[in-house]
């Protein structure tokens, strides 16, 4: 079995940093790369495509809303044209940076609130496919199952990989627990391995009330700025390892 192993990363600006990029990027197979908006800045998405690069690792785009302070996480009333354009400047940005680098952005992966909006409004999903599409029609789109993403992706005819959060708890209806709410992130050791586990040999997960659920995925997620991250995604990577699965950037197992 093939399975990629992502995280969004470059989230810090100037000299702040969320993360030790360097070491996570040793250690995942693709990294979605905040593109200046929620974070990031030119010259730390150039040093995050130049680390991916000697890694070996595949590079999407990460767009955010406009919304350092509340990182993008804070719902904004934009209107959808707004949006948009706000994610093709952001797509843009990286894909510029990536190929004077001569490296190509091969992934797209929504941040926080504007996939969220996307997520619950099938006009603007559709909008927002339709140009990623009209840009570069190869990119893979990352999509939670069964989501207005993932069905808008398939209409504009865009490839999709199916996330799993490996430090998100999910509610029985497959949706995540809100960040804030008890028990919505996942953090402890023994955990993760039993989450991520139980992914990798039946694909299902157990739900936050004990609901075992279908996880229709190949790619796991480890966010950069939970605490303790780098050692989650080593940790993510120990059971990928110990089950047998090979490791490979999200271009090559997007359908």
Request: hydrophobic content about 45%; overall charge negative; some cysteine.
């Amino acid at each position: 079995m093939k399975i990629d192993l992502n995280s969004d990363m470059g989230e810090g600006f100037g000299p702040y940093r969320l993360c030790d990029d360097e070491a996570m990027m040793q250690v995942v197979s693709s990294a979605n790369i905040a593109c200046g908006f929620h974070g990031g800045d030119p010259e730390t998405m150039a040093r995050m495509v130049r680390l991916a690069k000697q890694n070996g690792v595949g590079i999407g785009a990460h767009p955010g809303l406009p919304d350092r302070t509340g990182f993008g996480r804070r719902e904004m009333p934009y209107q959808p044209d707004e949006l948009r354009q706000q994610m093709l400047y952001q797509l843009g940005a990286l894909t510029a940076i990536a190929k004077a680098e001569n490296m190509t952005v091969g992934h797209f992966s929504f941040h926080a609130a504007m996939g969220n909006m996307a997520n619950r409004d099938p006009a603007l999903a559709d909008l927002m496919m339709s140009a990623i599409s009209s840009v570069d029609p190869n990119l893979v789109v990352f999509v939670t199952p069964d989501s207005e993403i993932e069905r808008a992706a398939k209409r504009a005819k865009l490839k999709t990989l199916a996330l799993f959060l490996a430090d998100r708890a999910y509610d029985a209806g497959g949706k995540l627990v809100a960040r804030g709410l008890p028990g919505a992130l996942v953090k402890e050791e023994e955990a993760v391995r039993a989450r991520v586990r139980r992914f990798l040999t039946d694909a299902t997960v157990e739900a936050i009330d004990g609901t075992i659920i279908a996880m229709p995925a190949r790619s796991i997620l480890v966010h950069s700025d939970t605490p303790g991250s780098l050692e989650l995604a080593r940790i993510v990577l120990s059971e990928i390892e110990a089950s047998g699965a090979t490791l490979v950037p999200a271009a090559e197992l997007a359908s």
